[in-house]
């Protein structure tokens, strides 16, 4: 195995353990890790994506096996999710996303603050007819492609902060994003046309190795340190992104 293999296992892996474990951070980690060790920004999204299919697959039915899906919150976050995945990877083919992240990065660091509020105070149920499920998933699908990143963060913290079921929304969201994640890659190979993405080989080993971990943290860690995590990872990487 290579030094350059062997980096992006351990790349995947860690990406991989927190993004199953906590619902979200694959591409904002995985993406801002392979700019650090100097692979170049279009090679490091194309890379993100093409791995996601693999390891949103694997923790899925990881989290599936687990019991952590909610199959009705995964029909009616799948379809919005899918489409705003497409409509955003077909105008990043022809716009600059660059401008709307300041935003976005600010509503997250709101979200992780209340939801880390939630973890302190008594929450309330809320039932997966929320009205508000299908718009969340098209906005994160929409914000993911755009963003190398941003399905979790958007979805996972929006019904978190709404009341939902944590272990339930980190496993729904996890087995949804594979749907996602394949939508979205198709748009940007139609568009743009096949990348390099032979480097992404060793992050799909290390994310595939990850999953089953992730979702077994989900399973057996209690619901308050989970909340705590989440919003610590959600507040900290919008704040990187923002600065």
């Given at each position: 195995m290579?030094?350059?293999l062997?980096?992006?296992?351990?790349?995947?892996?860690?990406?991989?353990?927190?993004?199953?474990?906590?619902g979200?951070a694959?591409?904002?980690l995985?993406t801002?890790?392979?700019?650090?060790?100097?692979?170049?920004p279009?090679?490091?999204?194309?890379?993100?994506?093409?791995?996601?299919?693999?390891?949103?697959?694997?923790?899925?039915?990881?989290?599936?096996?687990?019991?952590?899906?909610?199959?009705?919150?995964?029909?009616?976050?799948a379809p919005?999710?899918?489409?705003?995945?497409?409509?955003g990877?077909?105008?990043?083919?022809?716009i600059d996303?660059?401008?709307?992240?300041?935003?976005?990065?600010?509503?997250?660091?709101?979200?992780?603050?209340?939801?880390?509020?939630?973890?302190?105070?008594?929450?309330?149920?809320?039932?997966v007819r929320d009205w508000?499920?299908?718009?969340?998933?098209?906005?994160?699908g929409?914000?993911?492609?755009?963003?190398?990143?941003?399905?979790?963060?958007?979805v996972?913290?929006?019904?978190?902060?709404?009341?939902?079921?944590?272990?339930?929304?980190?496993?729904?969201?996890?087995?949804?994003?594979?749907?996602?994640?394949?939508?979205i890659?198709?748009?940007f190979?139609?568009a743009?046309?096949?990348?390099e993405l032979?480097?992404?080989?060793?992050?799909i080993?290390?994310g595939?190795?990850?999953?089953?971990?992730?979702?077994?943290?989900?399973?057996?860690l209690?619901?308050?340190?989970?909340m705590?995590?989440?919003s610590?990872?959600?507040?900290?990487?919008?704040t990187?992104?923002?600065?």
């Amino acid at each position: 195995m290579t030094a350059d293999l062997l980096l992006f296992v351990v790349i995947g892996f860690f990406a991989q353990i927190v993004d199953g474990a906590l619902g979200l951070a694959f591409g904002v980690l995985t993406t801002t890790s392979l700019l650090a060790v100097g692979v170049p920004p279009a090679t490091a999204s194309a890379m993100t994506h093409a791995t996601e299919c693999f390891t949103t697959a694997a923790s899925g039915l990881s989290h599936a096996y687990h019991r952590n899906v909610d199959w009705r919150l995964v029909a009616r976050l799948a379809p919005a999710g899918m489409i705003g995945g497409a409509i955003g990877a077909y105008l990043l083919s022809n716009i600059d996303a660059k401008a709307i992240e300041p935003f976005v990065s600010v509503y997250l660091i709101a979200v992780g603050v209340f939801i880390l509020y939630k973890a302190f105070s008594p929450s309330w149920p809320r039932d997966v007819r929320d009205w508000i499920i299908p718009y969340v998933g098209g906005a994160g699908g929409l914000l993911d492609a755009m963003g190398g990143g941003g399905w979790g963060p958007i979805v996972t913290s929006t019904l978190l902060g709404r009341g939902h079921d944590l272990k339930k929304v980190i496993g729904s969201t996890n087995l949804t994003e594979f749907a996602v994640t394949v939508v979205i890659s198709i748009t940007f190979i139609l568009a743009l046309g096949w990348s390099e993405l032979s480097s992404a080989v060793g992050l799909i080993i290390g994310g595939v190795l990850a999953a089953p971990f992730g979702a077994l943290l989900v399973k057996r860690l209690p619901t308050k340190p989970l909340m705590i995590a989440v919003s610590l990872v959600i507040a900290g990487t919008a704040t990187m992104r923002l600065f």
